[in-house]
């Protein structure tokens, strides 16, 4: 069995039946919330995506249910013109999201969905990835950057 392939095409008939319902957004920001935390259902559910769990259920596919759910995701910014981004900082900074989020949104003409991830590891700086593309402006990799400088120029072995 082919679980890619049923995996789209029940992604796709969710996305229909959302966008007939005229519930994409709300159904959209609800399975994100899902595949972000999967033990916390959103309460209230979604009518759209109550029945569509429903009728998973009913054709033995509840197994599939977070596959579904993350080729939904895809098709979704696929559908809607939108661009993944993630930043990644040391500290949490106020504001920043919001700056980096319309930074991107004016290079690239497109809505930005931007997930932020604290990591102290960076010590400072942050880290932008957008769609496989990521820019590393942290401390951690300057100081790595130095370090491989200072090998090389050295002739020192690792």
């Known amino acids: 069995m082919n679980t890619g392939a049923i995996a789209v095409r029940y992604a796709k008939a969710l996305m229909l039946f959302a966008e007939e ?3 994409l957004e709300q159904v959209a920001g609800q399975v994100k919330a899902i595949l ?3 033990d916390h259902l959103p309460s209230p559910l979604e009518p759209c995506l109550g029945k569509f769990v429903e009728l998973l259920a009913l054709r033995g596919r509840a197994d599939s249910t977070l596959r579904i759910f993350r080729k ?3 098709l979704y910014y696929r559908e809607t013109g939108i661009r993944r981004a993630s930043l990644t900082v040391a500290q949490d900074i106020p504001g920043l999201e919001d700056k980096i989020r ?3 949104e004016k290079q690239t003409g497109c809505r930005v969905d931007l997930d932020r991830v604290v990591d102290p590891s960076l010590v400072g700086g942050f880290v932008i ?3 496989g593309f ?3 402006a942290s401390v951690r ?3 790595e950057t130095i370090r491989r400088q ?3 120029s050295n002739n020192i072995l690792e």
């Open 36 to 38: 972000a935390e999967p």
């Open 72 to 74: 939904f995701i895809d």
């Open 141 to 143: 990799h300057q100081i």
């Open 102 to 104: 319309t930074l991107l």
């Open 150 to 152: 200072f090998i090389t």
């Open 134 to 136: 990521m820019m590393d």
């Open 129 to 131: 990835e957008v769609e």
């Open 21 to 23: 319902n005229g519930r």
